[in-house]
């Protein structure tokens, strides 16, 4: 039995991580059917969410114009982190994102509370987005058909609701389809991504018509501190790019496809929402953002109402976020998985969570129970002012991200790493930098709760975690525990519906 410093100072051997992913264990199956241009769809759609469409409101009063600086300087911290998470990527091509490369190189402990830094990252912003689901699309149904559902049942607690029914049926219909399989969902989230881009594209065609660069004259009215401050509430529209690691063992060619995906996601997440920024900018004062952000309207809508003159924008709006919702909870509930997923191959959480079905070659199991729970907190948690966890989960994963790189070049300096970042070790430094200032400039309040989830993991992790390890074993090869599927059965089953 290994002392606790020891336990919590173990590393998983980069070969065992490639191996299972590769099917050397009975818990392997998940089956790779994703190439670069899902892949990166996947990406795209997990970043691109809702709050592209409403967080010029509450930024441009912070940065006044130089809201379009906020934005680039977001940008170069998540590229910096989508740097480091390229590199990893390609030299661990495995589930688990930040926690696997974690495990092979910060030890368990510290894998264990990125993994949980990851829960709530996904979990809190799955149950957040889903939340407003019903009200966007009661304004579709009530444009087009003159219906809505009543408030007791589509609003959340706390907003004139007791139930949020629509919430609980977005996460629990992304659930069925994650459990029909990986290139079904991908499909389906490939026409979502084409569809919410397309919404932004057309708000940015209508916006340049109005454009006007005297709207730039007071370009920056709180300096830098206020750009650096809208820096860190726009970095939530930048989150999602790292779902794209959680599908190492479901793409083909994974050492070269996933670094790439990263890469794309973020130059086009890039290009657009700095397009969006300009144009948004341009085409209304300064002055009216805040006053939409406090009366509760969506300033894009606004904007296209004001240029065209017509009610139509507001349909679009709320049509591109039913889709922008749904495609963000579908693609967000697949990390939360492929997470729990790699926790319950090493034994940390229970066995339960590596369970592959034998028909679809999903973890269906996990699928439905980590659908089912984050249902339930959408539906009757009021959940909103939880948004800021979800980016200090974010940014306390990225600094972890950038220590495993720097680790990981002294540990296993002969790795394959078909992509190498530049400027090592400035740019895992610069990124653990840039995000730490982000994560500062966050309220106290989420910091607390913060520290609070921390301390929650690592009971779990004394609790169950530690004692379920599979390095607890260190006189021999891992023996894992019976599962639905071994890893032989998955190469020579039948091709089921995902082939």
């Known amino acids: 039995m290994p002392t606790f410093t020891r336990a919590v100072m173990r590393r998983k051997p980069l070969d065992q991580l490639v191996r299972e992913a590769d099917g050397g264990s009975a818990q392997g199956g998940l089956k790779r059917t994703m ?37 680039a300087l977001a940008a170069v911290v998540a590229g910096l982190g989508a740097l480091c998470y390229a590199e990893l990527a390609g030299a661990v091509p495995v589930s688990g994102s930040t926690y696997s490369y974690a495990y092979a190189s910060l030890g368990e402990g510290a894998a264990y509370l990125v ?22 699309l009661n304004e579709v149904t009530d444009a087009l058909f003159g219906f809505t559902l009543p408030d007791v049942i589509s609003q959340p607690p706390g907003a004139g ?10 996460v629990l219909l992304c659930s069925l389809l994650l459990v029909r399989g990986t290139r079904e969902s991908a499909i389906v989230n490939a026409v979502m991504v084409c569809v919410k881009i397309g919404v932004l594209v057309l708000f940015v065609a209508v916006a340049l018509t109005a454009f006007d660069g005297d709207r730039f004259t007071d370009f ?60 948004g900018v341009g085409a209304q004062d ?6 939409q952000a406090d009366a ?38 697949y990390g ?38 984050v249902g339930l907190l959408a539906a009757f948690v009021p959940l909103q002012q939880l948004a800021d966890l979800t980016s200090l989960g974010t940014l306390m994963a990225f600094v972890a991200v950038a220590a495993a790189v720097v680790v990981l070049r002294r540990t296993n300096p002969d ?17 653990a930098v840039s995000c730490l200032y982000l994560a500062w400039l966050l309220p106290g309040l989420t910091w607390g709760l913060f520290g609070a989830w921390l301390l929650l993991a690592a009971g779990l992790y004394l609790g169950f975690g530690r004692r379920h390890s599979r390095l607890e074993r260190t006189d021999a090869e891992p023996v894992p525990p019976a599962a639905e599927v071994t890893a032989a059965e998955v190469k020579d089953a039948p091709a089921g519906p995902i082939s």
């Open 336 to 373: 939360q998985t492929r997470i729990l997923f790699s926790m319950a191959r090493d034994g940390l959480v229970p066995e339960v969570f590596s369970r592959v079905d034998r028909k679809r070659h999903t973890p269906a199991r996990n699928t439905w129970i980590v659908g089912a729970g």
């Open 35 to 71: 190439g670069l241009g899902q892949l990166t769809l996947l990406g795209i759609s997990s970043v691109v969410g809702t709050g592209i469409f409403f967080v010029l409101g509450s930024n441009v009063p912070k940065a006044g114009p130089a809201v379009v600086l906020a934005f």
């Open 161 to 170: 609701g007791a139930v949020n029914l629509p919430a609980l049926a977005v």
């Open 115 to 136: 993994a949980w830094c990851l829960i709530l990252e996904y979990g809190v912003a799955v149950a957040t987005v889903a939340v407003s689901w019903g009200q966007y």
């Open 415 to 431: 790795a394959p790493r078909p992509f190498r970042l530049p400027l090592h070790p400035l740019v895992p430094v610069l990124t």
């Open 286 to 291: 300064s002055a009216r953002f805040g006053e």
């Open 220 to 279: 920056a009215p709180h300096g830098v501190a206020g750009v650096t401050l809208a820096a860190s509430g726009v970095f939530f529209s930048f989150i999602g790019f790292d779902t794209v690691s959680t599908a190492g063992e479901e793409v083909r060619d994974p050492r070269r496809t996933v670094p790439l995906a990263i890469l794309l996601t973020l130059v086009v997440v890039t290009v657009l929402y700095a397009a969006v920024a300009l144009a």
């Open 296 to 333: 509760g309207e969506a300033a894009l809508a606004a904007i296209l109402r004001d240029v065209t003159g017509a009610g139509w924008p507001a349909l679009v709006l709320s049509a591109g976020a039913v889709v922008s919702i749904f495609s963000v909870v579908l693609v967000t509930l």
